[in-house]
């Protein structure tokens, strides 16, 4: 049976084809996503993977609508797989924000599905991390979040030749609407024909801009002036305090697909142009009020980064070779050790040292080149004397030890 077209598998090493998903791979993304929003002092939620329709429909905007794997369940609610976090983030401060302090920094590392067209860059499931901030309007959170996640791909080994935040702004396009058109009903249809610029044809684009009453030609213009807004300089301005302004441009070719984004917005993409936004987000200061159905307003922000994100380290080789498996290998040649030795393993991994063993009689040669295939630091061998033989991989060296000096040695 196979796997769902644009669903993955996550394989341990070695992994048995390039093509599938490596756990390795998507640890050492997670993991790092956690340290790094850690430093800007962001702290962990989650939700349930399973909502309510209701939650994203006309809060996010048609696009996503139309890729919601959604059914109605045996209590007959109409239930939808999150397709964003953004929406259940927002329910869960409409209901609690209450009880912390403002701003919040909140981090999430949620599974996301969307019946997208398959394609590079794009599955129907994916992980997303998503860091948000709850409460502060100044735009010193916009360059804080920023800055966040200038940082999280500093830290998996990219730099400014590798990447560029195109930093843009819903406010100057919805200035540069309204002065052209007076029907805010159309507003969303144009904010989606811009999104779409960089990936239709200009005479798609041209069409769709004058069934609103705009034209190609102005807005290409607006585009290229890139006229930083005021509220843009103030995070420019910010970013060049930190040594982090050679990472940004203004670029208006950005405005973000989801409906409810309102001032700034970004994304992350990789200066080549090879892939697709590596990362996206902007300030949607009414999502929490609509949800909350007018109880509660906070101003927020925030951003998704995704799997795009693993083609490029995998594409410029930057993820780390394999981490080994197994701190020590500790091998039986004597089957009438084999208790003893079991009592010495688990005291091992009492003091939380990882070790591999044979589970069965095995050959001394089959277990040495099970120690090295795993990578284990060293092997250790119980002889009939009672002592440990102890065997640095690394330097070859070999050591005899009582098996309390042994133990000792662990412990430390
Ligand atoms: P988004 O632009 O839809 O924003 O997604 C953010 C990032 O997730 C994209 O830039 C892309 O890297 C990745 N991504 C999106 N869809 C897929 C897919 N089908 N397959 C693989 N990767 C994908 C949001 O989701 C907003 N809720 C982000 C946000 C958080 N805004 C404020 N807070």
């Known amino acids: 049976m196979d796997r769902l077209p644009g669903f993955r598998d996550f394989f341990p090493d070695p992994v048995p084809h390039p093509d599938l998903g490596r756990m390795e791979e998507r640890n050492h993304i997670f993991n790092t996503w956690r340290q790094v929003t850690r430093r800007y002092g962001f702290k962990e939620y989650d939700g349930p993977p399973l909502e309510t329709l209701d939650l994203y429909k006309a809060k996010s905007g048609d696009e996503i609508v139309h890729q919601l794997y959604h059914f109605t369940d045996k209590g007959n609610r109409e239930v939808a797989m999150r397709p964003e976090m953004t929406p259940t983030l927002a329910r869960m401060i409409a209901a609690h924000q209450r009880g912390y302090k403002k701003p919040m920094k909140w981090f999430s590392i949620p599974q996301l599905f969307r019946y997208e067209r398959q394609q590079k860059g794009r599955l129907r499931e994916h992980f997303q991390l998503n860091a948000d901030i709850i409460g502060e309007s100044d735009h010193s959170a916009d360059a804080e979040l920023i800055a966040l996640l200038i940082d999280v791909l500093r830290a998996l080994g990219m730099t400014h030749e590798d990447f560029v935040i195109r930093l843009s702004s819903r406010d100057a396009w919805q200035a540069f609407f309204k ?63 930190r040594g982090l302004d050679e990472y940004i441009k203004i670029d208006y070719g950005v405005i973000r697909g989801l409906a409810y984004y309102t001032g700034v917005v970004f994304e992350a993409f990789d200066r080549k142009g090879e892939f697709r936004a590596i990362a996206g987000g902007g300030r949607y200061d009414h999502l929490i009020k609509l949800i909350s159905g007018g109880k509660v ?65 095995a050959g001394g040669n089959k277990q040495f080149k ?24 690394a330097t070859r060296e070999n050591e005899q030890l009582s098996a309390d000096a042994f133990l000792e040695r662990f412990r430390a």
């Open 297 to 361: 307003d906070q101003p927020s922000l925030g951003f998704g980064m995704g799997v795009v994100l693993a083609d490029m380290l995998r594409d410029k080789g930057l993820f780390p070779k394999a981490t080994p498996a197994v701190d020590l290998y500790f091998q039986i040649s004597d089957e009438s050790l084999r208790e003893e030795s079991i009592t010495l393993i688990q005291k091992l991994r009492d003091m939380g040292i990882a070790v591999e063993w044979p589970l069965v009689q």
């Open 370 to 393: 099970a120690a090295l295939e795993l990578g284990a630091g060293h092997v250790a061998l119980l002889t009939e004397a009672g002592t440990v033989e102890l065997k640095n991989l």
């Open 179 to 241: 002065e052209r058109c007076h029907d805010e009903a159309k507003a969303y249809e144009f904010y989606q024909a811009v999104d779409k610029l960089e990936r239709e044809t200009p005479e798609a684009s041209t069409e769709k801009l004058s069934k609103i009453g705009i034209s190609y030609e102005e807005v290409m213009q607006f585009i290229q002036a890139a006229e930083p807004t005021g509220d843009l300089q103030a995070i420019l301005d910010q970013m060049k305090a």
